[in-house]
């Protein structure tokens, strides 16, 4: 049987992402792994993630895929026209990014950057080419036999339908999109997502442990795979079809 693991934002978290990855069965060419996006922020060693992920391919006889997060996204917006917004808040950990590309120790929870540092930060200037290069690459979402695999979620048309992600013109919603609707109101083929934090969906709609809100959140067609790795969270995976769930912790 083809098996695809699904693994939610890592952020950063470099130990979450081996520990959860020394839990999953043996993989073989039959497999896939599918990565939801967010390798970078708020976590100290979003450089080590970045090459853990990169390099799979090459330790590993699954398929390994990457998709693109919102926090990707975000980055390749500031390498080409600029973004302060984005950059600014220090709950989006571009610092933390920063200092980890740089091999330096992570900043204080609430420590700003130094005048020196704001001028790689805002143009992004500190990623190699190669990694800039990679996550231009990254595809906006993966289907299988089992499940369609996005960064966010599908947003809502204007008919209140959800559109296939391939559908999405442009694609951009299917990385930032947080609404309620999609949450409550999709039916079709399975979706899973991360991006929103499991604790923030509506809780009363979740069939898994319903009563721990920082679990997985599984919902009528669509599981949450968003535990808060980078955050102070965990790391989680979703075998499919077994839906058989791994964590980090």
Not at 46 to 53: G, I, N, R, W
Not at 59 to 80: I, P, S
Not at 131 to 158: C, N
Request: aromatic content about 10%; proline content about 9%.
């Amino acid at each position: 049987m083809q098996r695809t693991f699904a693994i939610g934002d890592i952020h950063g978290d470099l130990d979450a992402l081996v520990a959860l990855l020394a839990k999953l069965p043996e993989l073989d060419d039959g497999d896939t792994l599918v990565f939801l996006g967010d390798y970078l922020d708020r976590g100290p060693r979003s450089a080590d993630v970045v090459a853990c992920v990169r390099r799979l391919d090459a330790m590993t006889a699954a398929k390994v895929v990457c998709l693109r997060g919102n926090h990707e996204d975000a980055w390749l917006q500031v390498v080409d026209q600029g973004w302060p917004e984005f950059i600014m808040p220090r709950t989006n950990g571009c610092l933390e990014a920063l200092r980890s590309f740089r091999g330096q120790p992570p900043p204080g929870e609430d420590e700003p950057p130094t005048d020196e540092e704001m001028r790689p930060l805002h143009a992004g200037g500190f990623f190699p080419k190669d990694v800039v290069e990679w996550m231009r690459g990254l595809p906006y979402f993966y289907e299988d036999q089992h499940a369609i695999y996005v960064h966010a979620g599908l947003p809502p048309a204007k008919d209140g339908t959800f559109p296939h992600p391939s559908l999405v013109a442009p694609p951009r919603p299917l990385l930032w999109c947080r609404d309620r609707r999609f949450f409550a109101d999709y039916r079709g083929k399975l979706v899973v997502f991360g991006h929103t934090v499991t604790e923030l969906l509506p809780n009363e709609l979740s069939t898994y442990t319903p009563e721990d809100p920082l679990d997985l959140w599984a919902g009528e067609a669509c599981v949450g795979l968003d535990t808060g790795a980078g955050k102070g969270g965990f790391l989680t995976a979703l075998e499919l079809p077994g839906r058989t769930v791994y964590e980090s912790r």
